[in-house]
């Protein structure tokens, strides 16, 4: 069983992707960086544990907020559901689809047998539209291959993984609203919000002061590392390349910033928009450093990605210090 006429959402990332398929289930066509800005999904966080094999960089939100914002900015009933039994898990999942209804799936993609380069990561969507004996039918990011499909058995597994930003099973799904939304007004919305959130971190890990963070630790990251090839290179690959759709998803906010200056004309955004241009080109710039670094062992490159890391911060606080004044 598969559903008729569902529109795919061609994406980067796979919760804008995700959740892009259940908008166009509803009518519901934008692009992904207007998803990721009404998201408000500009972010960042350095985070280390001792059970962690090295560091990790993001650049979003945390995951599941993404999802709830579009919802919240687009006046959309989201209903999202979780259950440690994985038969209630799959039964609740296959009676919305026998409905007619696209869901969304959180898991681990490591269990996808689509993936050609498994890893663990608890924190992936993916939206399901079909089922037969054997297959799921997913709908996942370009680079993983759009429509693709895994056996039930590997999704149950991706479904139950446990680990950093897992869910016991969670799925959800959108309903029309009540009330018709303003893009404009929602889009403004989300821009201050997401705005101010960056600027006031609750830690000191997140937002421009984890950038500044990052860039003091790397020094003492380079010299404690027990595989600095791995390490530095696979942090480069998730910067540019894992549904980041580049820059640590700076690209995704310096085109949802372009889109919303052709939307509502505050130049106040145009600003914001021709200072993200050189914010993206220059993560894009630290991840080739780190990728040096990954190919070399020169210290060098570190303290380059250092000190341009401070100068990112500072870019950052002082744009989204102004997007939130709008």
Same mark, same amino acid.
């Given at each position: 069983?598969?559903?008729?006429?569902?529109?795919?959402?061609? &994406? @980067?990332h796979c919760e804008t992707t995700a959740t892009g398929t259940l908008l166009q289930q509803?009518?519901?066509?934008?692009?992904?960086?207007?998803?990721?800005?009404? &998201? @408000?999904g500009l972010g960042f966080i350095f985070w280390k544990m001792k059970t962690m094999d090295f560091p990790f960089i993001g650049g979003r939100i945390k995951p599941d907020q993404l999802t709830q914002n579009i919802a919240r900015n687009l006046n959309l009933e989201l209903i999202a559901k979780e259950t440690s039994s994985s038969v209630k898990a799959w039964a609740a999942v296959k009676e919305l689809l026998d409905g007619g209804q696209a869901v969304g799936l959180k898991l681990d993609c490591f269990h996808l047998e689509y993936f050609t380069r498994p890893f663990h990561f608890a924190g992936h969507y993916v939206a399901i539209y079909g089922y037969d004996n054997h297959y799921a039918y997913l709908v996942d990011t370009r680079q993983q291959g759009g429509q693709v499909k895994t056996s039930l058995e590997s999704l149950a597994l991706a479904r139950a993984e446990k680990g950093p930003m897992g869910s016991k099973n969670l799925y959800y799904y959108l309903k029309q609203g009540k009330e018709k939304v303003d893009l404009k007004k929602a889009v403004r919305a989300a821009i201050k919000n997401n705005a101010k959130e960056y600027i006031h971190p609750p830690i000191a890990n997140i937002g421009y002061k984890g950038i500044l963070k990052t860039g003091a630790e790397l020094t003492h990251w380079f010299a404690t590392s027990k595989d600095v090839a791995n390490e530095f290179g696979t942090t480069a690959m998730l910067m540019e390349k894992a549904g980041t759709g580049g820059a640590l998803f700076r690209n995704l906010y310096?085109?949802?910033?372009?889109?919303s200056y052709a939307l509502i004309g505050l130049?106040?955004?145009?600003?914001?928009?021709?200072?993200?241009?050189e914010i993206a080109s220059r993560w894009t710039e630290v991840a080739q450093l780190l990728e040096k670094v990954s190919l070399t062992r020169d210290i060098t490159y570190v303290h380059q990605a250092s000190a341009l890391l401070k100068t990112i911060a500072g870019q950052e606080k002082t744009a989204m210090e102004q997007l939130a004044g709008i």
């Open positions: 069983m598969k559903l008729d006429h569902l529109k795919p959402f061609v &994406g @980067e509803l009518g519901i066509e934008l692009s992904e960086p207007m998803l990721f800005g009404l &998201g @408000e310096r085109d949802f910033l372009r889109e130049p106040t955004l145009k600003k914001a928009h021709l200072e993200f241009i």
